[in-house]
């Protein structure tokens, strides 16, 4: 059965479609990875400060705090992005 031009425009659409969902979980991702990065830089500058600083008292928690809450929506973008890959997988059967 040959394709009509519909058809293929059909196609021509779902394509975009999924190239968009495709390149907005990837970028996703890519920003969830540079959240990450800067999460341990603060927390590693945090633990140094900790163990360095002579006075006894320890201020890094807040910085420790944010960075951890900043790897939890790092990792939710992460399975957004899987979850977005994945339905268009199942989308296909």
Do not use: N, P
């Not at 058809?7 to 968009?20: A, I, L």
């Not at 991702?29 to 959240?35: G, I, L």
């Amino acid at each position: 059965m040959a394709m009509t031009t519909s058809d293929r425009s059909g196609e021509d659409e779902r394509g975009d479609r999924v190239k968009k969902v495709l390149d907005d979980a990837t970028e996703r991702d890519d920003a969830a990875t540079r959240r990450d990065a800067v999460s341990d830089e603060r927390a590693r500058v945090a633990d140094l400060e900790a163990f360095t600083d002579t006075t006894g008292s320890y201020a890094g928690q807040g910085e420790r705090r944010e960075a951890a809450h900043d790897r939890a929506d790092a990792k939710r973008d992460r399975e957004s992005s899987a979850d977005d890959r994945a339905a268009l997988s199942e989308g296909d059967r």
